[in-house]
Each structure stands twice: as structure tokens, then as C-alpha cells.
């Protein structure tokens, strides 16, 4: 059977050239980093390696990078560790209500010990209001932490315009750039950002690895403590196979990046357009032209997502109603009841996310099958009106 | 040349089994185990027979196994995690002088929050009297964290009757198992431990992956906060590759266990017998009986164990000063101090960590050439009397 896999944004398949990369580290190189002797220095120099590859593609130093377990623990990191590490006084943070997770759970935390949180809202296609985070600023504020695109809808945040204001406040910008890195041109410097949070697994690299860009200077406490490893900043041995991964991933992902997005936007439009033509009451989620390449995200009336994307995996095409890592719950998702979607039509809700194996003939399929798939679940609805 | 490799207490080589058990999963089974999709399903399954091949281990449930990035995220979570999920006025934590990095540095950090710490101290064989424990706990105790064995000096700690101590006072008992799940019979009701902390590239399997195991009704807090994941006691996408590594190590272990003490002992014996025999001036560091199966750590006087280590070097052999994690510092052990050995002699201090691929020629090379290196570098130390 066609197997075509649309969550990209869940996780990627790892690209030959990583898995290339990684195996003589998980086989023969397993010397620990740290050690003194020859054989644990030329595993250290390859480590120091990948963290210049992950910093060249974002236009940071390599002092910059800490290497953390994924983009979770770099969020967890850098919004325990602005707020640990500011002085008395200052105990606030702005963030917004469409964040991952992996942010939006730091902070409700962080609330329960005591510090304070603003959530944004966001317009009807997802977008924070820059003025908004200047009005929210206080004498308090420590951190605003902003996602570069959001990973259900695919808006992009107006990154540049916030850390102008973020900047003059002297309060520190955190971005989660999970989604966006090897997608978009992602610089620290360009964004202007302090604290930027990178997973591998999104960008055809290994599970279990990131890092957390921290701006030379920026007050940080660690967050996992221990060994003197990563410069002091985050202990536990070196997830070597992983580093080494993701480096190579990086590399590639700065060197295909224009190449990779000029592939996946015809198919993101031919895909957006054809389930709007053909599906009725469908609607796009999300923001029409400032959105992830490769991110369609569309609401279908009177049907739950969820029986769309069974539908659909039985015809072989992998997708998703939102994130996998709230895939367990039953509440609806928070980003798209933020920006106005009845909590009924959230559950109607399904994202395909593409990926540099997708081609023009796998969308020809969905665009084929989905319609059919919409139909014959809406037969089946008591909410819809056609039946 | 010839490479004998020493340094197992740093990490050991990965088992060839658990190799080929994680390339699969590296390749091409790449989906998020938390999606919906049949690929997902596939996946979710074998983490979870992962996760029962790690608690079989352990003599623990599935349940009480939450997959961590190793063993130094695991102490941090337990001991965090404990210490926040407490109810006011649970504040106080016991723990010892020779712990690792990776709980000492937690201590020292909740101290900076404002928790109470007692640090015991342990005897010139390193260990801890269970009475001392007892006189220590105190209304306002929340945790005892004492670990099972040492990684310099190999003393293993009278757990079961700390346990019983800790059991009686109502307070919970974590035990950094990381040196001991693979050497010795780990079953976490014989021991009556609460948490215990494991990883996996100490006992064959890959870096980047570990366990917290968590006796069920214990009152934790998240640690990495975020998704869904691990029933929302840690947050990010699963290190799918890593967490089926560490299930196969786990499995190993549990199988081999015995064969490996069995082949263990006879070589560290032979190892510390010899040295002592043609090596004047030299002393085991540590407990001579109540030992890890495979560690050697030897103090030699008039010389730096940095020295040492580095002529074995040349000569192929990879032993080590003490722990990888601190192997930057210039600061003396500061689990040899705590035993009473002097800041120069702790400074002359070699550890020498055996694995289940070392022969008995191994330890013959070594016995034949250690001599000779400690005798000259002591011809060129001022400090040597006999020069």
C-alpha cells in the first residue's frame, strides 16, 4: 500500500546522511567526551564540531549553543532559568496563549511558585499584537517568550518587531523556534532574540536532542545541574550519537533550506486550495501567506478530525488533528480556540505538514481521497445538515 | 597498538545487540509514538516493551518508570521533584559528602532556594552509618538521597538498612543507582527505595537515555514540564532510539548480571592485589569487601594521577582519574577528601573500571606496565624521598 506522511511537524524521518553520521558514534566511538585520554578527544573535537554546524546555522557563536535533551527541556531551561536567575523583584513573564506546551506548562508552574504570567491573545489568524507586548512590560518583566511559528497553525510571529521592543525594555526575548528552524532563515542576530529553543527531531535529525541558543551575556541559571559538562550550563554526559546527528542535520538544513521551502510551497498551496475547492465548509485555520511552508491546517464542518485522520490512515496517509504531544487529551486545542474556532469545529480540525519526500502525486492522492473521506463521515453525522 | 579500555565507571562501549535493536529505530521507524496513525502505534508499542524489559530489571512495575535524558536528569527530578511536591515546611533534605556531581549540585542549588541540606559524612572506607541517617531526620524532612554505590571509590552503601530508617520516619529515599543497575542485584523492594536513578551508557547502552523509577503513590513534581508524555511526568517527544537501547541493555543485564560478576571480581582482585604487591607506596582507595565488582581506585604517593594516566595512554590503556564530570576541575576529589585522604594523594589517585570485554591479559599488560610508569614518574618528582 501508498504510504505518504504528512506530520512533519510532529517528527521527521531522519535523513540518510544523519543516519550516516550518528552510526559510527552509537557503535565503536563510545568514549565519554569528557575524559582525558587520546580516544575521548577525538570524540570531543567531533562534538565541538556539531556544535559549529548548529551555531553557522543560526548565525551564533558556538559558545552560544548548550545542547540540551530537545526543545522541551530548552524551553523548560530557558524560562526556569531567566526567572531563577533575575534578580528580587523581577518575577514577571509574557508569553502567549498559543504557545506549545512545552512553554505554556513552564508557566503555569512558574505561577504556582510564585511568579506571575501575561498571556496574550492573538487575532483570528494567530498573530500577537507587537504593541501588545509593549503595553504588557512592567518594571517586573524579566522574560517575553514568543514562538516563532506556531506548530498547529503555522503562523509566523512578527519576531523582528517584538525584540525591537523587548530590547529597548531591556527585557529578555525567548523564541521557541522548534517549527521553524530549516524552514525559515532563522539568525539570532537577524530576530534579535536572546534565547532561542531547537529540536532535532523536526528537522530530519535524531529524537532525544536540541539545544538552547543563549546570547553571550544573557543571565542564566542551569537547569539541569550536575558535571561540569557544557561549559557548566547543563550536566549529564554528552548524548554524543545525538550531537553528532543533529550538527549534520543543521548543516544540511542551512545548506537545502531555500531549496527545501521552494519545494514545499507549491505543494502547501496546491494542497490548501484544492481541499478548499473541493470539500465544502472547509476553512483554512491559521494565516493565509505568513505561514509555515509546509503547514496546511483546515477545519472541516459537522465531522471530528479525528475520524478524518483514522480515514485516512487507512488509505496509507499519515496526519494529525494538532500536536502529538497532547494527542491523549480530549479537550480541544488551545491554539485554535484562541483564535475564535468554536470548540466544535476545533475537533473538526486536521493539519497535514509536508516534508522534502512529499510529491505533487502524494497530494494528488489526499486531494482525491480526502473529499471522499469528508463525504461519507458527514453521511454518517447527526450535526450535519446535508444528510 | 594494543587499547585496553579502564574507564567503564565513564561509560562503556554499547553492547552489539543494543546496537542493532536501536538502528531500526534510527532508520526508518521515525514516528512520533505519540500520533495517532498506525506507524505511531507500532512505536508506542516498543517503547512499552522497553519500558517492562527496564522494570523487569528493576523489580518494579512499567508504571513506575519514567524514561529521563540519563542518570543525572533523573537525580535532578527526584530530588526537585520531591522537595516542590512537598507540603510546606517539608523543606530539609539529607544526602551525603561523596554523592555525584549530579545530586550534590542539585543540593547546593536548592540551598540557593532556600531548602535546607545535610550533607553526612561517611568513614574512611566511604561509607555512611544508617544511625547517622537516623539522628539527622527531622520533622521538616522531605528526602534522604544517598547513593548505591560510589563512582571513584566503588564503596557500595548499606541501602536496605537505610530504607528501613527512612521507611519508619515516613520520609522518601532516592538512591542514585547509576554505578550499580547491571553490577549488582538492583531489585527496588529488597532495597525499599523510593526513586532510584539509572542510565543506560553505564551498563551498555546508549548515551542520552536513563530512567527515574518511581515507587507509585510517591508525590513527585514534573520536572521537564510540557506534552503529554510519559503520563505527564515528562514532557518532550520520547528518544524513541535511546529508550529501546536502554530496554535491551536492561534486558542484557538482567540475563548476564551474574556471568558478568562472576567474570569481574577474579580481574579487579587480581588487579588491586597486584598493584598493591608491585607498586610501593600504593593504597585502595575505598572499601576492600563492600565494592563494586569492577572498580580498582589506587592512590600512589609522590605522583599525579593526571600523569599517570596519561603515560598508560600512550601505552594504550584508558583508566582515569575519577569522574568523567569533573574532569576539568583542578580541585582534588572531593570524595577522597571526604574519606581523609590528603589533597596531594587524592591528586595521585588512578581509577581503573573494568567491563565485560577485559581479559586477564588485560590486567596482566597493565600490571606489567603500571610499575614502570609510577617508577618513573616518581624518578622526576620532587617530592619522592627515594629519588
Given at each position: 500500500m501508498r504510504f505518504i506522511y504528512l506530520d512533519h511537524a510532529a517528527t521527521t524521518p531522519t535523513h540518510p546522511e544523519v543516519v550516516e553520521a550518528m552510526i559510527p558514534y552509537i557503535r565503536e566511538k563510545f568514549g565519554n567526551p569528557s575524559s582525558i585520554y587520546s580516544i575521548a578527544k577525538e570524540i570531543r573535537?567531533?562534538?565541538?564540531?556539531?556544535?559549529?554546524?548548529v551555531a553557522d546555522a543560526l548565525g551564533a557563536n558556538p559558545e552560544e549553543?548548550?545542547?540540551?535533551?530537545?526543545?522541551?527541556?530548552?524551553?523548560?531551561?530557558?524560562?526556569?532559568?531567566?526567572?531563577?536567575?533575575?534578580?528580587?523583584?523581577?518575577?514577571?513573564?509574557i508569553t502567549?496563549?498559543?504557545?506549545?506546551?512545552?512553554?505554556?506548562?513552564?508557566?503555569?508552574?512558574?505561577?504556582?511558585?510564585g511568579f506571575k504570567v501575561t498571556y496574550l491573545r492573538v487575532d483570528g489568524e494567530g498573530l500577537v499584537d507587537p504593541e501588545e507586548v509593549r503595553k504588557s512590560i512592567t518594571p517586573r518583566t524579566a522574560l517575553v517568550s514568543v514562538m516563532h511559528a506556531n506548530n498547529e497553525i503555522g503562523t509566523i510571529q512578527p519576531i523582528e518587531e517584538i525584540s525591537k521592543i523587548t530590547r529597548e525594555a531591556g527585557v529578555y526575548l525567548h523564541v521557541d523556534a522548534v517549527q521553524t528552524v530549516g524552514a525559515l532563515d532563522v539568525d539570532v542576530n537577524n530576530l534579535g532574540v536572546d534565547l532561542l529553543s531547537v529540536s532535532a527531531h523536526k528537522l530530519?535529525?535524531?529524537k532525544g536532542i536540541g539545544c538552547l541558543y543563549v546570547r553571550k551575556g544573557t543571565k542564566l541559571d542551569s537547569f539541569i545541574h550536575g558535571g561540569a559538562q557544557e561549559r557548566k550550563r547543563r550536566a549529564g554526559t554528552e548524548n554524543v550519537p545525538g550531537i553528532i546527528g543533529f550538527g549534520k542535520a543543521m548543516e544540511l538544513a542551512r545548506l537545502e533550506r531555500k531549496e527545501r521551502a521552494e519545494h514545499l510551497l507549491p505543494l502547501r498551496d496546491k494542497?490548501?486550495?484544492g481541499i478548499l475547492e473541493r470539500v465544502p465548509d472547509s476553512f483554512l485555520n491559521g494565516h493565509p501567506t505568513l505561514r509555515l511552508p509546509n503547514n496546511v491546517n483546515?477545519?472541516?464542518?459537522?465531522?471530528?478530525?479525528?475520524?478524518?485522520?483514522?480515514?485516512?490512515?487507512?488509505?496509507?496517509?499519515?496526519?494529525?488533528?494538532g500536536s502529538a504531544c497532547s494527542s491523549e487529551s480530549l479537550e480541544p486545542s488551545h491554539v485554535l480556540l484562541s483564535i475564535g474556532v468554536s470548540p466544535e469545529e476545533a475537533h473538526g480540525s486536521v493539519r497535514f505538514t509536508l516534508g522534502r519526500d512529499n510529491s505533487e502525486e502524494d497530494i494528488d492522492y489526499v486531494l482525491e481521497n480526502l473529499p471522499v473521506v469528508v463525504e461519507k463521515l458527514r453521511a454518517m453525522s447527526p450535526l450535519y445538515p446535508g444528510r
Open positions: 573535537e567531533a562534538v565541538e564540531t556539531s556544535r559549529k554546524q549553543i548548550i545542547f540540551t535533551s530537545g526543545g522541551t527541556e530548552a524551553d523548560n531551561h530557558a524560562i526556569e532559568g531567566v526567572l531563577y536567575g533575575s534578580p528580587q523583584g523581577k518575577d514577571h513573564i502567549t496563549s498559543i504557545e506549545h506546551h512545552a512553554v505554556l506548562e513552564v508557566c503555569h508552574y512558574m505561577e504556582k511558585r530530519y535529525g535524531p494542497l490548501i486550495t483546515v477545519r472541516f464542518k459537522y465531522i471530528e478530525g479525528e475520524s478524518i485522520c483514522l480515514n485516512l490512515d487507512f488509505l496509507g496517509i499519515a496526519a494529525s488533528t
